[in-house]
């Protein structure tokens, strides 16, 4: 039994979309952030692709095509 958690064993965020909205639930069944999207011109102006392409950080999520790094 390992004695240790590895990245790839770390639940991942849940990332959404809905009109003028961000939200960001860090685990499953948890209350979700909002975050409006007028505090992050970038992701209100980008396509699903580039939403889409993020990684969960120590920090938050980063929005790899968008060089976006949004705090939680």
Do not use: C, Y
Not at 3 to 18: D, M
């Amino acid at each position: 039994m390992p004695l240790f958690t590895s990245r790839k064993q770390q639940k991942q965020a849940k990332v959404t979309f809905s009109p003028g909205l961000l939200l960001i639930e860090k685990e499953e069944g948890a209350k979700p952030q909002v975050f409006p999207l007028e505090f992050f011109p970038q992701l209100a102006n980008a396509t699903d692709e580039e939403r889409n392409d993020w990684t969960q950080t120590d920090k938050g999520i980063h929005f790899n095509k968008l060089d976006l790094d949004v705090n939680l």
